[in-house]
């Protein structure tokens, strides 16, 4: 049983998988709790989902559920495998898909909260904007978002629209739970988090250590308003390049840093998960690497790509690399900011 800080009195919960849902879905109240059962459920996709909250917090969020026209994840239908897998030098797989996106309403309106809620809760912003004189657009549009056009915000919204869509793939596709941290408390908005771009964990059992679980860290590197053939091979030089330093460096302090973030909000079970992964020489399990390159459709050159060599890159055997495509890239990032803004 565990007991509520508030009101101390007992809850259960059903183990399912703490990763099966994100920490933005969460933070957004995308879920209801079903207390006769002691369940905890989204209530968009039904699935259940193992997190522990406070009972008096569940029962006075509970009244506030916002409800969907369409899933968090539904963009990710867009986002489609095109079957050709290339090869490196060195003989590693590269798997190749297209973000076939569309003018869907409601599918852009899901991303949009989707996208938004990184950046802040729909259930905190007005707490966040009170004395700012704000209406939630202009806050949004003025100190949250990235800005549209000038410095470093264009290149840093191409650089979060990647590290989340990769985030998404990674959690919802691959099955890893993603935390969702990196882009609520920037100082500048913006300039880039600095760190491990996305990172999954995965156990069986959260209360049991085996040496199956997986630790699985992606770097992304994107560039969505370049045509030149040569960028899809850049891009991934590049990713691979910081994939290795992820490896060798910075794994350890982006794991202490989510952690801290966790013991702030007094979160009990994300702090168990990731410690569970601070120590390998002790506590062994699978590591994983991954590097990404996202980029426009007309910049695909597969014989340029399979030049890319990855040999150098310390944890080669347990590589996954990936290469996302599209149109019109830009147009849609500055889009999702846009109507996450408007309909906050």
Same mark, same amino acid.
């Given at each position: ?13 059903? *183990? ?14 995308? /879920?209801?709790?079903? *207390? ?5 459920? @989204? ?5 259940? /989902?193992?997190?522990?909250?406070? @009972? @008096? ?5 509970? +009244? ?13 239908? =867009? ?20 973000? +076939? ?9 899901? =991303? ?32 949250? /978002? ?30 890893? =739970? ?23 964990? *995965? $156990? ?40 290795? *330093? ?16 966790? $013991? ?81």
């Amino acid at each position: 049983m565990n007991k509520c800080d508030l009101c101390n009195k007992e809850y259960a919960v059903k *183990k399912s998988s703490i990763y099966a849902y994100s920490e933005e879905n969460y933070n957004s109240y995308d /879920f209801y709790i079903k *207390k006769d059962e002691k369940i905890n459920i @989204c209530h968009v996709c039904s699935d259940e /989902f193992y997190i522990i909250l406070d @009972c @008096c917090y569940l029962e006075r969020e509970e +009244k506030n559920m916002s409800h969907h026209s369409s899933s968090p994840k539904s963009h990710l239908d =867009w986002l489609q495998d095109t079957g050709k897998t290339l090869t490196t030098q060195d003989g590693i797989p590269i798997k190749v898909f297209e973000l +076939k996106h569309t003018s869907d309403e409601a599918i852009l309106s899901s =991303w949009a909260k989707h996208f938004r809620n990184h950046y802040c809760s729909d259930e905190l912003v007005d707490e966040y904007r009170d004395g700012t004189g704000m209406s939630r657009k202009d806050y949004l549009n003025n100190l949250v /978002f990235p800005d549209r056009s000038t410095h470093t915000g264009p290149a840093t919204r191409s650089g979060d629209f990647g590290e989340i869509l990769i985030s998404d793939y990674v959690e919802y596709i691959l099955g890893y =739970w993603v935390p969702r941290t990196r882009f609520s408390e920037r100082q500048n908005r913006s300039n880039p988090t600095q760190g491990v771009d996305v990172l999954g964990l *995965k $156990m069986l059992d959260p209360y049991n250590k085996s040496e199956t679980d997986e630790l699985l860290i992606y770097e992304v590197k994107g560039k969505l308003t370049a045509n030149a053939r040569d960028e899809s091979k850049k891009r991934l030089e590049i990713a691979i390049k910081d994939s290795a *330093k992820d490896f060798n460096v910075r794994k350890a302090e982006s794991l202490n840093a989510l952690k801290r973030y966790y $013991m702030v909000r007094q979160q009990r079970e994300q702090i168990n998960i990731i410690q569970r992964f601070q120590n390998p020489i002790d506590n062994p399990y699978i590591e994983l690497s991954g590097a990404s390159a996202i980029i426009l459709t007309s910049a695909i050159d597969d014989t340029l790509i399979s030049e890319v060599d990855a040999n150098e890159h310390p944890n080669k055997d347990n590589l996954q690399l990936i290469i996302i495509s599209g149109e019109n890239l830009m147009d849609l990032v500055h889009h999702l900011y846009e109507r996450g803004a408007n309909e906050a």
